[in-house]
């Protein structure tokens, strides 16, 4: 009889955990060693033979990592996937990966800012690369900045600050038109939500200090594609940049993943109802949320996600920082930090950092104004995130 196909929320739970050899344990144990032992000069020659996939050195394999990725390329629909230390040393190894030396880049204008540093400010002038950004709603974007020697295009839908998405199934079409990989960073979404590998798209990257990891208790990233791929990346970037996460990382990451389905869906649930309070709130301007039916791609949305998750942005009224700030320090559920993909929710603002680079007058060339706020909708409940926001509000009258 064929093997029924088991629904992913299952397979969270129990794939890729090998319980009989670990005295039945429903929980794995944490192997927190540098280096495995061999019988004979034979046994040890022969893991190098397979040194991909052979427990030699934790900096390569390591069992209990093991069980993180292989729970992480079943999700993704991916054949492999590789955890790292951060989500900036996965995509450190994923873009070192696509990119030679000359190589010209096409990435998306609103990338997460390191992201943008790493090739635009260091690979760019490091390895002579050439970097073009584009907006990234039409495909012609990208169509119209290919050159002979581009060899990556780099998407980020939704993107993180802006939230704009990008065509995935039409870029990657593109792509593969013309020899280009294509990569991803989808982390918020999340793989619940997002499948870009079924799309086309070649390497998904996440930060899971995002959703993935979701307690807010881990840094950490993962690549996520086809075996030759993420084979090139173990034994290139993955083991000699030696970015590879901590085995008691891993764990916590197996343990957040048996939830990711359920926290999803609150994330979502929470989040849609803060985002609808908000755009019928008189104090807010506007709000961007891929998951409210008045987002102007909205139906693109629709077409490539299955859900939308708790990161979103909004604008105040008031154009008079005194006042932001008073709203912004009047939360007290919405605690003030940076990242986002917790329990717990955040809210930042763009200007804190910017205002400290930018006279005014560059400030408001960017678009952006003092107002803008970026909350994670977290899991707390809805009816306690919607009091806060409303009190924070009053400071505004
Ligand atoms: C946080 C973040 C990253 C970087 O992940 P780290 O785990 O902090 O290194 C990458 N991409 C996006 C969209 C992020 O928000």
Redesign the pocket.
């Known amino acids: 009889m064929a093997k029924r196909q088991l629904n992913i929320a299952t397979d969270l739970s129990h794939f890729g955990e090998e319980r009989a050899d670990f005295a039945g344990a429903v929980v794995p144990p944490i192997f927190q060693n540098s280096l495995f032992t061999y019988e004979s000069w034979d046994d040890i020659s022969n893991a190098f033979d397979d040194r991909t996939n052979s427990f030699i050195y934790s900096r390569g394999n390591n069992p209990t990592v093991k069980i993180a990725q292989e729970k992480i390329a079943r999700l993704a629909g991916g054949e492999r996937a590789l955890l790292f230390a951060?989500?900036?040393?996965a995509?450190t190894a994923a873009v070192m990966h696509c990119m030679q030396k000359d190589g010209h880049v096409i990435a998306v204008k609103n990338l997460?800012g390191?992201?943008n540093n790493l090739l635009f400010n260091y690979l760019r002038k490091k390895m002579d690369l050439s970097v073009t950004f584009v907006p990234g709603r039409a495909v012609t974007d990208f169509e119209e900045a290919i050159r002979p020697n581009t060899q990556l295009i780099y998407l980020?839908s939704p993107s993180?600050g802006v939230f704009s998405l990008q065509d995935l199934k039409a870029v990657a079409t593109l792509a593969k038109k013309h020899g280009i990989k294509t990569l991803i960073?989808n982390?918020?979404a999340t793989p619940i939500f997002q499948k870009p590998l079924a799309l086309g798209i070649d390497l998904e990257v996440h930060?899971?200090?995002?959703y993935i990891g979701g307690h807010s208790d881990i840094?950490?990233?993962v690549v996520i594609g086809d075996t030759a791929s993420l084979d090139s990346i173990f034994r290139n970037e993955y083991e000699w940049l030696g970015g590879r996460i901590a085995p008691m990382d891993a764990w916590l990451i197996t343990r957040s993943l048996r939830t990711l389905p359920l926290r999803m869906k609150a994330h979502q649930k929470n989040a849609i109802a803060v985002a609808s309070f908000l755009q019928n709130h008189p104090a807010v301007a506007q709000v961007n949320y891929p998951g409210l039916p008045s987002f102007d791609q909205y139906e693109l949305g629709r077409q490539q996600m299955t859900g939308y998750s708790g990161l979103l942005s909004f604008r105040l009224r008031t154009t008079d920082l005194e006042q932001v700030k008073k709203f912004f320090n009047n939360l007290e559920v919405f605690k003030i930090g940076v990242?986002?993909g917790g329990h717990e929710s955040l809210i930042y603002a763009l200007a804190i950092s910017y205002i400290k680079e930018m006279t005014p007058e560059q400030f408001a060339q960017t678009g952006l104004a003092y107002g803008d706020m970026r909350i994670s909708v977290g899991l707390e409940h809805v009816e306690d995130l919607i009091a806060d926001l409303e009190q924070g509000f009053t400071a505004l009258l």
């Open positions: 951060s989500g900036m040393a995509i997460y390191p992201a980020e993180s960073d982390s918020w930060s899971c200090s995002k840094v950490a990233g990242s986002w």
